[in-house]
């Protein structure tokens, strides 16, 4: 059906959601490479940031395909309480009512869920350049193992080869990105595309190719 150009986007439940919630590596690689949109958002249990974040938070394989098919990672840390103190729910995470555009810091700071804050940022940091955790993030990450290691990538500037692979992912588009006869023709040497792509990051890949 995608071959002949079905489109992964129209449907009312989204195809990329219900790919996510099984887990299937599989299934959720071929509806991104055939433009399914990662950037979609629920209606149900609104968030501030893409809702697809919400099934990957425990599985990293799933969250770099996320990240590497062009995540809007930033809107991760767009939280405008900043450094100031965070309004509280009356429970503590999502109730039967839809909560109205919840951010993330609310999220990840969840007495489930915090104990995977330290590793779902550091791997949100290898797709962004300068960003600002607000008060209510950086106090639950301290408390993780690798606050030492997002504190010195926030502290101290990006390499300038990881700021030129996100500019030319940005002037790429997503669309792009996820294209691979787009790719051959760009003029850059393979190395370079494996760069620009996260090659490196590429779990799924990486994991097919060794089986």
């Not at 071929?30 to 990957?56: D, E, I, K, M, W």
């Not at 993780?144 to 080869?161: F, M, V």
Request: aromatic fraction near 10%; charged fraction near 20%.
């Amino acid at each position: 059906l995608l071959n002949a150009g079905a489109l992964p986007n129209q449907d009312p439940i989204n195809c990329l959601q219900i790919a996510l919630r099984m887990g299937n590596y599989e299934l959720m690689n071929l509806l991104l490479r055939h433009g399914a949109n990662v950037n979609y958002f629920c209606r149900v249990n609104t968030t501030h940031f893409p809702s697809a974040l919400q099934y990957a938070l425990k599985d990293e394989v799933m969250l770099r395909m996320l990240m590497n098919y062009g995540y809007d990672v930033h809107r991760c840390f767009d939280c405008p309480q900043g450094n100031s103190s965070h309004s509280q729910y009356v429970t503590d995470g999502w109730t039967s009512t839809v909560i109205k555009d919840t951010m993330f810091c609310e999220v990840i700071t969840l007495s489930w869920l915090k104990h995977l804050s330290g590793k779902v940022v550091r791997v949100m940091l290898d797709y962004v350049d300068h960003v600002n955790i607000c008060w209510k993030l950086e106090a639950v990450l301290k408390e993780q193992e690798l606050w030492p290691d997002i504190n010195s990538i926030l502290t101290n500037p990006r390499s300038l080869k990881h700021l030129c692979r996100l500019k030319i992912r940005e002037c790429m588009g997503r669309l792009r990105l996820r294209c691979p006869v787009f790719m051959t023709f760009l003029p850059l040497p393979n190395c370079l595309k494996d760069y620009v792509l996260y090659k490196e990051y590429d779990l799924y890949g990486q994991e097919n190719f060794r089986g």
